[in-house]
């Protein structure tokens, strides 16, 4: 496993990191996020610890990385899909939640069966099928106690037509879903063919019990 000195710019609640990142290259965080131009768009803190994961989450496909940003309404656009060989914005497009994580936005977070909510953090793909809801990607879920029940809950990402911009015109906010990250059915295709195979996903939120029981945490 490659091994880095990261210069931290941003202090999350004085969580702790990884023991992994300790050698060189060194990486400025905030370079990266320049050149991802994501400065008003995806709030860097976020990013960082999206980051920090993606480096350090082995047997990884590392030219892309998406991260989801729950903290935001769902009126918002907030998936992310970043090439991380570029180093640009593939896409950047609305994103559902699931029925009981909230209305327009999300607050509740769960990897409990049939709890209907949103499991946050760190996710690597895995195939894609057709289903009931088309073109979908397997998510398996990497964090015990926040996302390890996703495969068994069949949270997967998938296509919706209340995931759409004309959806979100009509009542304000976009529809929910059973708990999948559901994204508008006219470009889940670009999404899935480019994220699909062992890619990382970050799905993030506000939640104090993501960051104090998550192994992925600042030093």
Request: charge should be neutral; charged fraction near 25%.
């Amino acid at each position: 496993m490659k091994k880095y000195i990261l210069i931290i710019l941003c202090s999350m609640q004085g969580m702790l990191w990884a023991d992994e990142i300790r050698e060189v290259p060194i990486i400025n965080m905030q370079d990266v996020y320049q050149k991802l131009s994501l400065a008003g768009k995806l709030d860097f803190c976020i990013f960082q610890q999206a980051y920090l994961g993606f480096l350090t989450i082995s047997n990884k496909n590392a030219d892309y990385l998406a991260i989801i940003d729950y903290t935001k309404p769902s009126n918002e656009k907030r998936f992310f899909l970043l090439d991380m060989i570029n180093y640009k914005i593939v896409n950047q497009t609305y994103v559902s939640h699931a029925k009981n994580t909230g209305l327009d936005t999300a607050v509740h977070f769960s990897n409990d069966r049939n709890s209907m909510q949103s499991s946050l953090g760190f996710y690597l793909t895995k195939d894609t099928y057709k289903g009931e809801y088309g073109y979908s990607l397997v998510l398996e879920g990497l964090e015990d106690k926040i996302n390890s029940n996703a495969e068994e809950r069949r949270i997967v990402m998938h296509g919706g037509d209340f995931a759409e911009e004309s959806y979100l015109k009509t009542y304000g906010f976009l529809g929910r879903s059973w708990g999948c990250p559901v994204l508008p059915k006219s470009e889940i295709a670009l999404v899935i063919d480019k994220l699909k195979n062992r890619h990382v996903l970050f799905i993030a939120g506000n939640d104090t019990n993501y960051q104090e029981i998550t192994k992925f945490k600042f030093k």
